[in-house]
């Protein structure tokens, strides 16, 4: 087939990109805490718990799913 | 050409009217998304260097990438939007739509049909029918195929750009452009891995950017007996909310449809016309490394079809209970007013603040990109395949048909752009890709499944049963067009609605395929068993799974998405 080395596993991209989101939004839900937006049930803050999920699940699947020396 | 001026009307020019402003962090998660997807394209490209790599993946998928990719693939802008205003319109008979039209034809895809497809070796549906019935059946089938699904791809992009017009104040052909040019270079570039890889990435974007709704949504209305209640309220017809129980007549529901065309129409002929012999999803399915992973893959997609409701069905009966002001068909949008395709980007609107909100706009366009990767890939592959090799070059170098399949997953896309910009007046979108699914589909599954489990069947049976189905679905519905008093025929009922329209059509030309098929059949010389093998039932070494334990057969895990059915219809009757 020609391949140039094992390819990466799907779930490890998976894992980057929602530690990156996961990131982003839990920063911005606790800079917005003290002010929460206009939005409906803000006083839940969605943004910081949604962040705090989001970076536990893209951090469980790039770590689990890295690249390894074999 | 006629329906975008129509939603251009019900904007004023200085784009005042989109619902929401994206703050930086939105703007950072979308482009991140953008990046993400480019740079898995990029990536795979090393691993795309043959053909069967580039269109079937090498084969090599395990049943959960495949499965989720199934999922996916199906989940693009009809699915969001489409879904979500049907259910603002019907209520929750639009599940039916993912629980009886999703369920038994997985499974029967996953447990029939699937090993004729695997076991016979084709790259495609109209492979299959080569094989089978002869070369006039699979150009019929491929190019009717090629067709359907650069207008499916073109209805996605539309679909997508008019999201981001109404919720962005993005110009509508901006979003066409940037999303389509996207999509073309990572699938030209990694073709199926590519395409797959980013299913499944979607697959959780979606997953996770939709979730924010239903959960906010069911904590503002205090669980699903405050929902109903206050969907009571407003519509005052509890059938809103009820699956079975307002289906013994035609007039008794907001679809103005009778349960037989929920279970014959839907279920039967057009959920099984679609998952089984729509190349677009059965080819991630043949990408699986072998036959019980290719078995399993719709079966995995299957159960996470039963839950798919939560984040499309549940906003839109949320949006009648929680949106201050009514929604009316897109046809009908004046100055202020927002249309049912416009209820998910609404409910986004309500609940989400800076951050959560580029997550659901970045799942929608998610959604939206991976439907029109998927019906691009499908195209390249038939194309290539299907026309290109047997009709305009043959005996050409794999490296040749790889070059074709990566410009003519290009060309795709740049009909699919101009498709987009000829959407029609259907009501909403999800009546439009009835329409076409019971043009192609319907006839074509009982081609399918005839040549699959009838030895007796015929190539000029097979030939002549589809085409008199396709022929007389496109003549049903312009019947109807023509003279709407029609309908009372076709659809049973002076009642019916359009979608409840689509279910009949498709059951009638299924039902005239299959009739045609069996008595040309009849009439007609079979092909020599020899043939055959490896294509139809009482001909195929179908490998036995008697060694392997329960929990790792096919039939154990389908058994149990049947149960989950069961109780799903149960408890929603």
Known sequence: MGHKGQMLPVWFFVGILLTAYGTVILLTGLIEWPHPPAVVLSQYHPAFWGGLILLGLGGFYAIRFRPRRN | MTAIPLIAAGLSPDGSTRLISLHF??????????????????????????????????????????????????????????????????????????????????????????????????????????????????????????????????????????????????????SIWVSSITVAVYVALGGLFSAIFNEVLQFFLIWLGALVIPVL???????????????????????????WSTLGTFSGNPMGVHWTGIVFGLGGVIACGYWTTDFLVVQRAMAARDLRSAQLAPIIASYFKMIVPVIIILPGLLAIAVLPYKLVPATMVQTGQHSYNEVLPLMLARYCGPGLLGLGVTALIAGFMSGMAGNVSAFATVWTYDIYQPYIRKNESDAHYLRMGRWCTLLGVFISIATAYFVTEFRSIMDYMQALVSFFIAPLFGTVLLGMLWKRTTSKGGFWGLLTGTVSSILMYALVKVNPDWLRYIALSPNAKPMAEDLYRALWSCLLCVLVTVVVSLFTEPKPPEQLVGLVRGLTNIPREKNLPLVRRPIFWAAGVAILFGVIQWIFW
Do not use: C
């Open chain 2, 25 to 174: 962090p939105d703007i950072l998660i979308i482009v991140l998304y953008f990046v993400a997807v480019l740079g898995i394209g990029f990536y795979l490209k090393r691993y795309a260097n043959t053909s069967n790599d580039f269109f079937l993946a090498g084969r090599e998928m395990s049943a959960w990438v495949a499965g989720l990719s199934f999922l996916s693939a199906n989940l693009g802008a009809l699915e969001l939007m489409g879904w979500a205003a049907a259910t603002y319109q019907y209520g929750i008979l639009a599940a039916h739509f993912y629980w009886i039209a999703a369920f038994p034809a997985m499974v029967i895809l996953a447990l029939v049909m699937m090993p004729f497809y695997y076991i016979s070796q084709t790259h495609s549906v109209p492979g299959y029918l080569r094989l089978r019935y002869g070369e006039a059946t699979r150009a019929l089938s491929g190019i009717s195929f090629a067709f359907m699904t650069v207008l499916m791809s073109g209805i996605n992009m539309y679909a997508m750009a008019l999201v981001m017009e109404v919720v962005l104040g993005w110009n509508l052909h901006f």
């Open chain 2, 217 to 243: 949504g069911m904590i503002e209305v205090g669980g699903w007996k405050g929902l109903v209640a206050r969907v009571d309220e407003r519509v005052h017809s509890t059938a809103y909310v009820h699956l």
